[in-house]
């Protein structure tokens, strides 16, 4: 049977070791040091998340890379979008699993590039740690935004790589963080002309459709639309302030309902050709941030199911080149937010997406 829609995962490419994770948090240090030593703050909380068919991998393994493929492929998932992490001038930071999966011409899934264009600071991956800047997000001209694209070009060249109506999928995390992102997708879209690679199809993040507009004005073909914690901002204010006496009366942590959050993440917008529903199967970031986290509860595949089955019916009337579905995420470990199998669920929620995307 054919899919109903595509469904492009984000990825995150960190879990391997870097010379930079071992001078800021330790020798080692990759994502599941956080996943590992998670605890459960309140009574039924599911903690820790225990990886179960891919174990605790390191990326720099072609197994790794060809199970995951195989998971994702086999479960309705239609290609990896790869965070990347460019800075200017140049510096760049967990790019080897894009290249590694690039290089390896047995690997035939498709692929595209997020940039996850904001800055470091000591506190991303460990909430203990101080607000100190590591590494600076510059936005810097014409010269710059020609490296970033010659560096990618060999990416973007491939036949692995994911198009939308034959133009590179491209995704930026903060679309509009500097004014100087609209001379760079107006660079990237001449640059794209002069190597005949068809053109770009750019995606910006968006959160309950707030800055479509702004978004658009940017130059973006579309906006992917992130509503997972709108639950939060449609709350009542006597709810609110529920929540703020747990976490000061009681230090607990953000908490809400999956099952009625759900409700809140598909929107009459999703229908329309340039916004692309986003489906989450679960949040939790106390790995990383203890009891500052926002967590989602009575999180299964029966629940995560049913939101697939919204955005679907969201973009049945696009036309078929548009019916796209961004999947927050593929592996986000340390914020509970991952397909991969675990030991609660196994294979769960990937025979959930199936049934919703192909079945």
Not at 31 to 54: C, M, R, S
Not at 56 to 69: C, G, I, K, M, S
Not at 176 to 182: L, S, V
Not at 298 to 306: N, R, S, V
Request: proline content about 5%; aromatic content about 16%; some cysteine.
């Amino acid at each position: 049977m054919e899919k109903k829609a595509d469904v492009i995962a984000l990825y995150l490419p960190q879990y391997h070791p870097t010379p930079e994770n071992d001078m800021w948090y330790g020798k080692g240090f990759t994502e599941w040091t956080n996943v590992a030593k998670a605890k459960p703050l309140f009574p039924g909380h599911y903690q820790p998340h225990i990886p179960a068919d891919l174990g605790f991998y390191d990326l720099r393994l072609p197994e790794v890379r060809h199970a995951q493929a195989s998971l994702a492929a086999e479960h309705g998932v239609s290609a990896f979008c790869f965070w990347n992490y460019w800075f200017g001038e140049g510096k760049k930071i967990l790019e080897r699993p894009i290249w590694d999966a690039y290089n390896d011409k047995s690997y035939k899934f498709p692929f595209c590039i997020g940039w996850a264009n904001s800055s470091w600071y000591n506190k991303m991956w460990d909430a203990k740690k101080s607000n100190e800047l590591l590494l600076e997000q510059k936005y810097l001209g014409e010269e710059d935004y020609q490296n970033y694209f010659d560096y990618l070009l060999p990416l973007f060249m491939d036949d692995r790589y994911y198009r939308v109506e034959g133009k590179l999928l491209f995704v930026v995390y903060q679309p509009t963080a500097d004014a100087q992102i609209k001379n760079f997708i107006q660079s990237w879209r001449e640059l794209a002309q002069k190597n005949n690679l068809g053109g770009f199809y750019f995606v910006g993040h968006d959160f309950n459709c707030r800055g479509r507009e702004n978004i658009m004005s940017m130059g973006f073909d579309a906006v992917y639309d992130d509503n997972m914690l709108a639950i939060h901002t449609d709350e009542t204010k006597i709810t609110k302030a529920l929540q703020m006496a747990g976490r000061k009366l009681f230090n607990l942590p953000t908490i809400f309902d999956y099952r009625k959050a759900i409700d809140h993440m598909i929107l009459p917008e999703d229908q329309e050709e340039d916004v692309i529903p986003v489906i989450v199967p679960n949040w939790d970031h106390s790995p990383r941030t203890g009891r500052n986290a926002f967590i989602f509860t009575h999180c299964t595949p029966d629940a995560f199911e049913l939101l697939v089955q919204k955005a679907v019916i969201s973009v049945s009337s696009k036309k078929e080149s548009k019916r796209l579905i961004f999947l927050k995420s593929w592996n986000e470990w340390g914020e509970g937010n991952h397909m991969e199998p675990d030991l609660k669920y196994g294979m769960g929620y990937l025979e959930a997406l199936k049934r919703a995307i192909i079945e």
